[in-house]
């Protein structure tokens, strides 16, 4: 769930939205709702094929954050005392704590309990791969995607909101719900991965021309262009662990993520439960 600006613009280039379908899921987000924090979206959604526009409403409840999706994780730390801006590059158990070091070898900090909030393959990094926790995640695959953040530099009048698009770049966009004008676009996972490594701005302008070319909307005379690479997006495939959290308890180590469920927004909420549960039960325990 994140949110960048340029310039004027919001953008929502992870996640855009978000469903509720389980009751404990959906009691949260109704709390989240009264807090002013999220709020249902009713935008027109299609599918584009061939540059054919059809509308797609399929009737579920989407929400969106307020003031951007990162409003909800902002609510979440409050209180909590969290450092940003820092690269942890190797985690270490010993002496009964664990040690989390720098990507400059220096010790960071030291705690008895570690959740790794993360996908699965940095977890591994972080572990390293010879670590028993770290060999239970070899299976679980992870798809890239290029978001790409566009302004319009003059106003068209396009008939939908977000759209499923069939394309071998593209696969979806939506208009920022924070700008009329203010679209992100994803690439297609093949598309994504076959351009991993290409420099941002190139990226950028390549999913630009397939924007155009896919909808049959005239995209080139935007504003900002800007894109982001999500190098470990979603899951592949869908390999939900039961519950929906790897445990190590003699170690007090919990790795959790959408990854876990599949990917979604309520699929990170679930997981990140089951780990709190699982620390917890190990605190309580001694």
Known sequence: MATRTI???????????????SDAFRDEVNAWVEAGLV??????VVRIARQQIESCDDGRELYVGVGGMSAVPKHLVKGLDYHSGKTIARAERGNSLWSLFDDRGRLFGQAESLVLAMPAPQAIALLGEADDVARRLEDVEMDPTWALMITRATPQQIPFDAAHIEHDAVAWMMRS???????????THAWSRKNLTRDPR??????????SDATGLD???SGAVQAH???????TEARPFEPPVVVDSERRLALCGD????????????????????????????
Not at 202 to 211: C, D, E, H, I, K
């Open 7 to 21: 310039g004027d613009a919001r953008f929502n280039h992870g996640a855009q939205y978000f469903t509720a379908r």
């Open 39 to 44: 709020r249902k979206w009713t935008g027109r």
């Open 177 to 187: 719900v924070e700008g009329e004008n203010s679209w992100v676009v994803h690439a």
């Open 202 to 211: 190139s990226a950028a302008y390549a999913l630009l021309a397939y924007v």
């Open 219 to 221: 995209f080139a005379r």
């Open 229 to 235: 690479r999500w190098r470990f997006a979603i899951p």
């Open 259 to 286: 990854w876990c469920v599949r990917g979604r927004v309520e699929s990170a909420y679930q997981s990140g439960v089951a780990a709190a549960d699982a620390i917890a039960r190990v605190t309580l325990s001694d």
